[in-house]
Every structure is written in C-alpha cells, then in structure tokens.
C-alpha cells in the first residue's frame, strides 16, 4: 500500500489498515476502535521500533487484573501481542470476538 510520506511521522493519528477509518490518535490508541485492528509498529508498546508493519489482527480478548485485553496477531509476521482496550472501542466488535472465543473453546 502507498501511503503518503507526510503521514508516517506522526504518531497520533493513523489511517486504519483494515477498514480506513481515520483514527486520531490520543497518545494511547493504537487500534482501531471500530475494527480493533492496528499495525505492527512497536516492539514494545508506544515504541514504534518494528519495521514489519504488518496489519495487527485482533483474534479473541480476555480479562486480565479486571482489564479487558485485545490479543492481537500479526498477519505479516505473527506475532502475538496484548493491547489494552479502550472505552472508544466498539463494543459490538469486542462482543464479536468474545463470542469467536466461545465458539473456538
Ligand atoms: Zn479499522
Ligand atoms: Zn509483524
């Protein structure tokens, strides 16, 4: 995909991978709320040391410490990681995912 070179320096605010939606960034989202997909650019989370930017999908969440938790997966690479969710994110998507996590169990 060409994306815009005035697009990759900043931080905050990204254009969706998966759906396009325009995500502004809050300095701690970095997904997608209405698909939950983001990109893989951290190493570890805010970094933005990865160079794979593979599309990050989400594959179930769970509950950790009374935190809900996306475990996203790496189309590209497949690495798996935990992100945090947020109070922006689309519920129905983050239903869609606990009822996948039913179904596979
Ligand atoms: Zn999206
Ligand atoms: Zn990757």
Do not use: W
């Amino acid at each position: 995909m060409n994306t815009s070179k005035t697009f990759q320096k900043r931080k905050e605010d990204f254009l969706c991978g998966h759906c396009g939606l325009a995500v502004m960034g809050n300095g701690y989202t970095n997904h997608c709320p209405r698909c939950l997909y983001s990109k893989h650019v951290d190493v570890f989370p805010g970094d933005r040391l990865a160079v794979c930017g593979g599309l990050m999908e989400p594959l179930s969440c769970e509950k950790e410490r009374g935190q809900e938790k996306l475990i996203q997966r790496c189309i590209h690479c497949g690495m798996v990681r935990k992100n945090k969710v947020h109070e922006q994110d689309d519920f129905e998507a983050l239903l869609e995912l606990a009822r996948k996590r039913v179904a596979r169990s």
